[in-house]
């Protein structure tokens, strides 16, 4: 009679163990979670580790022929950092820079050698310091000075204007993880529509008072970021539900992939092109490309000119949010609807 020793029972056992452990959707998974760690790496260093002034729009106020000699000699400026435009005079510069056509103006004095250079800080202060140093120098070569006269300031409590990126990414976090928690406590897809529209109400609620949270916390708690309450309440809950419904729409037609899929857009893709540490004249073409058309981009924007523009030129922004939010709803309303989305492919667990 033979006798198997201990010690091979126990490596069979735990080799047995290690293969039942160590699936191919496991291992699958595990290399998605490395691709995006890779991916977040990438696209953080990628976009931020130079930051460049490429084509500012920037007006260019003088008398005469003086304007559009001016605007060509800015124009030249070695890596072309603005995109000089004339404007009529400096109302209309102030204007242009508070309805966020423009991020600055240069207006030159008739008589004198100290002309004025007009930004706005609350469209972010690492743009208005650039632009200073851009014309600082520029000026300086023909024999001139410049002043600096800020017209939108940032909140003296709102250090280098992030407040308003760090506020529009904890409103994506709440997003993304309240669907992300839905999906792990009841199953990445919905079992039927009913059940899928209790989801969307949960997130509804959720990123009502989140986004009340938020505002609060930013306005009337910490003193961060002026501008009304009551707007970047709303604002706040777009984001919040538009991230959410986008997760929940991403997760019923992948499954738990969709959670990854969603850190993809919102975290790897959208936080970098936000304009939020470095504006977008700052960023590589690509990242200004796409910032504008992701949640964290179009919410920064929405957000830094409730609180500093007068609420100006926030429409494109609110419909991205919007489309993200409708498309997200009707996504998520279709997966559970038709037969071939909701079929269970998820890790063990059960649908609710």
């Given at each position: 009679?033979?006798?198997?020793?201990?010690?091979?029972?126990?490596?069979?056992?735990?080799?047995?163990?290690?293969?039942?452990?160590?699936?191919?959707?496991?291992?699958?998974?595990?290399?998605?979670?490395?691709?995006?760690?890779?991916?977040?790496?990438?696209?953080?260093?990628?976009?931020?580790?130079?930051?460049?002034?490429?084509?500012?729009?920037?007006?260019?106020?003088?008398?005469?022929?003086?304007?559009?000699?001016?605007?060509?000699?800015?124009?030249?400026?070695?890596?072309?950092?603005?995109?000089p435009r004339t404007v009529a005079d400096e109302a209309s510069a102030r204007r242009q820079i508070e309805n966020r056509e423009i991020d600055g103006a240069l207006v030159v004095a008739?008589?004198?050698?100290?002309?004025?250079?007009?930004?706005?800080?609350?469209?972010?202060?690492?743009?208005?310091?650039?632009?200073?140093?851009?014309?600082?120098?520029?000026?300086?070569?023909?024999?001139?000075?410049?002043?600096?006269?800020?017209?939108?300031?940032?909140s003296p409590r709102d250090f280098d204007g992030l407040s308003s990126f760090y506020l529009v990414v904890g409103w994506c976090v709440g997003g993304y993880l309240c669907a992300s928690i839905l999906a792990i406590s009841t199953g990445?897809?919905?079992?039927?529509?009913?059940?899928?529209?209790?989801?969307?109400v949960v997130m509804a609620l959720v990123a009502i008072a989140g986004g009340l949270g938020g505002a609060v916390i930013v306005g009337p708690v910490l003193g961060a970021l002026p501008g009304s309450v009551v707007d970047l309440w709303g604002l706040g809950a777009l984001i919040t539900f538009a991230v959410g419904a986008a997760t929940l729409a991403l997760q019923g037609v992948f499954g738990v992939v969709g959670i990854g899929l969603a850190i993809l857009l919102v975290v790897i893709a959208g936080n970098p092109s936000a304009g939020g540490?470095?504006?977008?004249?700052?960023?590589?073409?690509?990242?200004?490309?796409?910032?504008?058309?992701?949640?964290?981009?179009?919410?920064?924007?929405?957000?830094?000119?409730?609180?500093?523009?007068?609420?100006?030129?926030?429409?494109?922004?609110?419909?991205?949010?919007?489309?993200?939010?409708?498309?997200?709803?009707?996504?998520?309303?279709?997966?559970?609807?038709?037969?071939?989305?909701?079929r269970d492919r998820e890790l063990p667990g059960r649908a609710d």
């Open positions: 009679m033979s006798h198997t020793p201990v010690a091979d029972r126990r490596s069979g056992s735990f080799l047995d163990e290690v293969k039942d452990a160590v699936t191919l959707r496991a291992t699958l998974l595990v290399i998605g979670v490395l691709a995006l760690q890779l991916l977040f790496i990438a696209s953080y260093v990628g976009a931020l580790h130079d930051p460049r002034p490429r084509d500012v729009p920037f007006g260019v106020v003088a008398p005469g022929a003086a304007a559009e000699q001016t605007a060509g000699r800015l124009e030249r400026l070695p890596g072309s950092p603005l995109d008739p008589s004198g050698r100290t002309d004025t250079l007009l930004v706005a800080s609350g469209g972010g202060t690492v743009l208005a310091t650039t632009l200073e140093g851009i014309l600082g120098r520029a000026e300086q070569s023909e024999g001139r000075a410049t002043r600096t006269v800020d017209v939108a300031p940032a990445a897809r919905p079992a039927n529509p009913r059940r899928a529209a209790i989801r969307l540490a470095f504006p977008l004249p700052l960023l590589p073409p690509f990242w200004q490309a796409i910032g504008p058309a992701l949640p964290p981009g179009a919410g920064t924007w929405a957000a830094r000119s409730i609180a500093y523009f007068k609420a100006n030129d926030v429409t494109f922004s609110l419909l991205v949010l919007w489309a993200w939010a409708v498309a997200g709803t009707v996504i998520t309303m279709l997966a559970a609807a038709l037969p071939g989305v909701r």
